[in-house]
C-alpha cells in the first residue's frame, strides 16, 4: 500500500473553500439538478437526486466552529467533534462504534475554524439505522471520561506527529505570527495544555450552544426521493434546538504584514507559507480575484509561480497559491518547499511574479485558457454523491443561491482583463507580502524572529 | 475521531485497492476488448455526469528498472510532460487545461499510469495526445535537467524532511532482502543525480508499448462507443518485443530485524513491524483472502482487536492498527503500527501486539468476526461503486499487475467463502517462524 501512495507527479492541491465551487462549467449547466427539499418540522436540504448506486451522502454544517473556542480552551470543536460518534444515549463507545462498522455506515464530525460539519453515508438498506444513530451523536452525545481521554490522547499524539513536519510548523508559525490575539492564530486541534483544561461539562455546553437549527445547513445526495428525504431530517436533526446561543467570529486585523518570519531547523529542504490579505467570498470582485489566482498560483500545471520556480528552475515540486475565504479576514495564499540553497531564489520570484500582477495584470490568452479551465473542469467535481453533497453545503454556506451552478459559468466568463487589474491593484500589495519560512535557508534572513508556537 | 478514523480510513484505502466487486457478483461489470497491437482496453460505464476518466496503465514501473537506476520510472513520468514530435514542452498539460481536464501521473513499483478527467465531449482529444506520447516523446538535457531538481525536491519533501518516511524507507529496505521492492520508488539521490537522457530513452523505448499496457475509460461510455475512438488513435502504433523479466524470488527469511531511528525533530514516538506475505501474484490465493479478513479483525477501525485492547482497554496506544496489501507483482506485506499515547512506550505497544498476536493463534477467530469483517468488506466495494477514479484505479492496478477482470468481479464472493477455518490457518501460517521487520521512531534524547 505504502507503495501505491508513494509518488504522484504534483500534488493534487488541496484547496480551501473558496476553490471547492470557484469553478464553473460549460455546456452543463442542468446536468445536476439542485431541489430545495424543506422538512414538515422546517429542516431544509439542498438535494440532488441520483440512482446510480442504492446509497446516500448527507453533509451538514452549522456555522461557527473552532473559532469560538474559549481561549484557555483551544481545541474544544474539534474534541467535540472526535467524540460525538463514540457513544451515544443508551449506546456506549464500543456499541455505538460497532454499530456503524458493522452495517458500514460512514459517520464523521469535524471542526473548521469557521463551522462545525459532518458527514453520514449510508447503504440504503441501513439507512434508518444510520439516521438514528445520527440524531443521537448530535442530540445525546455521552463524553464517557475514558473515550474523552482516549479521544485527547489521539490528538495530542497527532499533533507531536505533525510537528515533526517542516511544513506544518511554517503554517504554524504564520498563525501565531499573523493572528497573535484572533483564534485564527491558533491551531483548531488546540495543544496539549489547552486539552488538558477541557471538562465534561465544557463538551455537553458545545453541543448545546452551537448546534442549532438556526445555524444547520445540509446538502443531500444520492438514492432517496424527495419525501423520503423529508422525513429523514425531521428524524436527524428535528431535536436539535431551535436556536444556537454561541457568538459570532469576531474580525480579525493582521497583527504583521510585509515580514520575512524564520524558524530555524535543521532539515535539508525550507518550507514557506505566503500570503497577503484578499478578498472575502462575497465582495463583488471575488470572481475576479479568483481568475487572477488561477493564472498566478491555482492552476497546477500552468500558473506563472508554477513555470517560474517549477517548470523553468526545478527549484520546488510543490508550488501554488490559494484562495482563503474566511470570513473573519480573508487571505491570498501559498505555499513552497525548496532546497536550503534555493530558496532565497523562490521567494524572490514569489516576490517578482505577485508584483508583476500587480503591475501589469494577465493577457488575453492567459485570461481566455483559465476561463476554459475554471468552467470546463466544473463537471469533474459532481461525480460521487459526497462530493455533490458539499458542494451543495458550500453554496449554501457563502449563500451562493440554488441557482449557482447555473450561473456558475457566466460569472468566470464575465470577468474581464481590466478586471483582474483592478483586483491585483486593490488587494495584491508587494508591500504586504509576508512570508513564514522554516529550515536554514541559504542567504534569506528573516526580519522578524517567529513567534514561539506551541504543538 | 482523529486516530480511530485514520485506522478506518487505512483500512478502507485497503478493500478499495484490493478488492472490487459487489454483493452479488459483479461489482463494475466492466466492458472490456484488445487491440491488434496487444492493448487491453477496460471501459467501465457509469453515466452519472458526462464525464470520463482515461487513465493509461504501462505494465512498468520501479521495480523494472536496470541495476543502479533508481529512479528512472518515476522521473520519466515527470519528463513524459516535456514534449514530443508532435508537442512542445508542457503543451500537453495546456491543451489538458484548456479542454477543462484534470490529469496526473503516478509511478509505483509495478506501473506508472497516466490520467486525464474531462468531459466525455474532449476524450477524442485526450486520446490523441496520450497516443502521442506512448512513442514520441523527445528529451532534451534543458527539459531534464530542471526536472531533475523537481524530483529531487519531491524527494526531499516526501522523505528526507520526514522522519517517519525516512524510517520507512530503511524498514521497506531491510524488509525485501533480494526483491526489487528494497529500492524507493523515488530512487536513491546519489543514482536520480546520475540518471541519463539515454538512460530515460532507453527505458522508454522498452516498456512504452500498446501490447504492455491497459487503457481504463470509467465515465459516460461504454465499449461500443468507445472502441472507434481507440482504434483511430491508439490502434495504429505497433507491439514491440518486450523483454523477458527476471523472476524476483524472496529467500527464506528467518531473522528478526529492529531498526530505530533517532531524530532531532521527532516528539512522537512510533512502532511498527512489517513482514512478507501472499500477494495475488504469489499465492496461495485462499490465503490472500482470509487475510484481508484477518487484517480486518485485527486492525480494521475502532472496533478491532488491537484498537480494542491496546487503545481502549490497556489505554497505551494513541494509534493502532494492521494493514495488509496483497495488490502487487510481487511478494505481498502484513503489517502492525501503533503510537503510545503520552506516558507510554513503544515497548509496551510492541509487547500488547505481541499478546494479542499470541492469543489469536493460540484461540483463533470467531464465526460472528468473520461473518461481520465479510460484511464490511464486501460493502466497501459498493461504496467504491459512487465514483468514476475508484472503479478505474481498482480494475487498473489489477489488470496491471496480472489479475483478471474476472477475479476483481468476484472479490466479494471470493471474501464472502472466507471461513473461520481459512483465516486461523492463514494467519499461522503468516504469523509463526518467520523473519519480520520491527521499525522504531525516537526523539533523539531519547535513549
Known amino acids: 500500500m505504502l507503495r501505491h501512495f508513494a509518488t504522484v507527479r504534483r500534488l493534487l492541491i488541496a484547496l480551501p473553500v473558496a476553490a471547492i465551487a470557484v469553478t464553473a462549467f460549460s455546456g452543463w449547466a442542468g446536468a445536476v439538478a439542485v431541489e430545495r427539499v424543506v422538512s414538515k418540522g422546517g429542516i431544509e436540504a439542498w438535494f440532488v437526486r441520483d440512482t446510480s448506486v442504492p446509497l446516500i451522502s448527507v453533509q451538514f454544517s452549522f456555522r461557527g466552529g473552532a473559532a469560538l473556542d474559549p481561549i484557555d480552551k483551544t481545541g474544544l470543536a474539534n474534541l467535540t467533534a472526535s467524540l460525538l460518534d463514540e457513544g451515544a444515549g443508551e449506546l456506549d463507545s464500543h456499541a455505538f462504534q460497532e454499530r456503524l462498522q458493522n452495517l458500514s455506515i460512514q459517520l464523521n464530525f469535524d471542526a473548521d475554524y469557521e463551522s462545525f460539519g459532518g458527514s453520514m453515508k449510508t447503504l440504503n438498506r441501513n439507512r434508518d439505522e444510520a439516521v438514528r444513530l445520527l440524531r443521537l451523536a448530535l442530540t445525546k452525545p455521552r463524553f464517557d471520561a475514558p473515550d474523552v481521554e482516549r479521544m485527547t490522547g489521539e490528538i495530542v499524539a497527532g499533533i507531536k506527529q505533525r510537528s515533526s513536519r517542516p511544513g506544518y510548523l511554517a503554517q504554524r508559525v504564520w498563525q501565531q505570527a499573523i493572528f497573535p490575539k484572533h483564534p485564527y492564530g491558533r491551531p483548531v486541534t488546540g495543544s496539549e495544555t489547552s486539552l488538558k483544561a477541557v471538562t465534561q461539562a465544557d463538551l455537553k455546553g458545545f453541543v448545546k450552544s452551537h448546534l442549532g437549527k438556526d445555524r444547520l445547513l445540509v446538502g443531500v445526495a444520492g438514492d432517496i426521493t424527495k419525501d423520503e428525504l423529508g422525513a429523514l431530517l425531521d428524524a436527524a436533526f428535528g431535536d436539535l434546538p431551535a436556536k444556537a446561543a454561541a457568538g459570532n467570529i469576531p474580525d480579525a486585523e493582521p497583527a504583521a504584514l510585509g515580514y520575512t518570519f524564520l524558524l530555524s531547523r535543521q532539515v535539508p529542504q525550507s518550507v514557506a507559507v505566503f500570503g497577503l490579505p484578499g478578498l472575502k467570498r462575497s465582495d463583488p470582485d471575488f470572481y475576479a480575484a479568483f481568475v487572477m489566482n488561477h493564472i498566478l498560483g491555482g492552476g497546477s500545471f500552468s500558473s506563472w509561480l508554477y513555470e517560474e520556480v517549477r517548470e523553468k528552475r526545478g527549484l520546488a515540486y510543490s508550488i501554488y497559491s490559494y484562495l482563503q475565504a474566511r470570513r473573519g479576514a480573508p487571505f491570498w495564499m501559498g505555499s513552497v518547499a525548496t532546497a536550503n540553497a534555493g530558496m532565497a531564489k523562490s521567494v524572490d520570484l514569489i516576490r517578482s511574479q505577485v508584483q508583476k500582477m500587480h503591475d501589469e495584470g494577465v493577457s488575453d490568452e492567459q485570461l481566455e485558457n483559465a476561463k476554459l479551465f475554471l468552467n470546463g473542469s466544473f463537471p469533474l467535481r459532481f461525480t460521487s454523491t459526497d462530493r455533490v453533497a458539499s458542494i451543495l453545503v458550500h453554496m449554501r454556506f457563502y449563500n451562493l443561491g440554488i441557482d449557482y451552478l447555473d450561473r456558475r459559468v457566466g460569472l468566470i466568463g464575465s470577468v474581464t482583463k481590466a478586471d483582474i487589474a483592478r483586483v491585483a491593484k486593490r488587494f495584491l500589495d508587494p508591500k504586504k507580502l509576508t512570508f513564514a519560512v522554516v529550515g536554514q535557508p541559504d542567504g534569506l534572513t528573516g526580519t522578524e524572529k517567529a513567534p514561539e508556537i506551541e504543538g | ?447
Not at chain 2, 457478483?25 to 460505464?45: H, K, R, Y
Not at chain 2, 532482502?177 to 529500492?183: A, G, L, S
Not at chain 2, 481504463?216 to 482504434?231: F, K
Not at chain 2, 506485506?333 to 498476536?357: C, H, N, Q, W
Open chain 2, 1 to 447: 475521531m482523529g486516530v480511530s478514523i485514520r485506522c478506518a480510513a487505512l483500512a478502507a484505502s485497503l478493500c478499495l485497492l484490493a478488492v472490487t466487486a459487489p454483493a452479488r457478483a459483479a461489482v463494475f461489470s466492466p466492458e472490456s476488448f484488445t487491440l491488434e497491437n496487444g492493448l487491453q482496453v477496460i471501459v467501465i460505464p457509469n453515466h452519472r455526469t458526462p464525464v470520463v476518466n482515461h487513465t493509461i496503465y504501462y505494465r512498468v514501473g520501479a521495480m523494472d528498472e536496470p541495476p543502479a537506476k533508481s529512479g528512472l520510472a518515476h522521473f520519466l513520468e515527470h519528463l513524459m510532460f516535456k514534449g514530443t514530435e508532435s508537442l512542445k514542452p508542457g503543451e500537453f498539460s495546456a491543451i489538458v487545461a484548456r479542454n477543462g481536464g484534470q490529469e496526473n501521473a503516478f509511478t509505483s513499483q509495478d506501473y506508472t499510469g497516466y490520467f486525464q478527467t474531462v468531459a466525455v465531449d474532449r476524450l477524442a482529444k485526450m486520446m490523441e495526445i496520450e497516443a502521442d506520447r506512448m512513442t514520441g516523446l523527445v528529451l532534451t538535457s534543458e527539459a531534464i535537467e530542471p526536472e531533475r531538481g523537481v524530483v529531487l525536491e519531491e524527494r526531499r519533501s516526501r522523505t528526507d524532511s520526514n522522519p517517519s518516511a525516512k524510517l520507512r524507507e530503511q524498514a521497506n529496505a531491510a524488509l525485501f532482502m533480494n526483491h526489487p521492492y528494497r529500492i524507493p520508488i523515488i530512487g536513491w539521490e546519489h543514482e536520480i543525480r546520475a540518471l541519463t537522457r539515454e538512460d530515460m530513452m532507453a527505458f522508454y523505448r522498452t516498456w512504452y508499448a500498446p501490447n504492455n499496457a491497459v487503457l481504463v475509460l470509467s465515465g459516460d461510455i461504454t465499449a461500443a462507443t468507445a472502441r472507434p475512438l481507440v482504434e483511430k488513435y491508439y490502434g495504429k502504433i505497433p507491439a514491440r518485443t518486450l523483454p523477458s523479466r527476471p523472476v524476483w524470488k524472496e529467500p527464506p527469511q528467518t531473522a528478526d530485524r529492529r531498526i530505530t531511528l533517532k531524530h532531532r525533530e521527532v516528539r512522537q514516538e512510533t512502532w511498527s513491524r512489517r513482514m512478507l506475505a501472499p500477494s495475488y501474484a504469489t499465492g496461495p490465493a485462499e490465503d490472500t483472502y482470509a487475510l484481508q479478513v484477518l487484517a480486518e479483525i485485527l486492525g480494521g477501525g475502532s472496533t478491532s482487536r488491537l484498537y480494542r485492547s491496546l487503545a481502549v482497554e490497556h489505554k497505551t496506544a494513541a494509534r493502532i492498527g494492521a494493514w495488509y496489501d496483497p495488490d502487487s507483482r510481487g511478494p505481498g506485506t502484513f503489517g502492525f503500527y501503533g503510537s503510545p499515547r503520552a506516558g507510554y512506550k513503544v515497548d509496551e505497544i510492541e509487547a500488547l501486539v505481541e499478546a494479542e498476536v499470541a492469543k489469536l493463534l493460540k484461540e483463533g477467530v470467531t464465526e460472528a468476526e468473520v461473518a461481520q469483517a465479510i460484511q464490511r468488506l464486501r460493502d466497501a466495494a459498493v461504496f467504491a461503486r459512487d465514483s468514476i477514479d475508484a472503479p478505474s484505479r481498482i480494475l487498473g492496478s489489477a489488470l496491471a499487475t496480472g489479475r483478471t477482470i474476472e477475479d476483481v468481479e468476484t472479490w466479494p464472493d471470493r471474501v464472502g467463502r472466507v471461513t473461520v477455518e481459512a483465516v486461523n490457518k492463514a494467519a499461522r501460517s503468516l504469523l509463526v517462524g518467520k523473519g519480520a521487520v520491527t521499525a522504531i521512531l525516537l526523539p533523539e534524547e531519547t535513549s
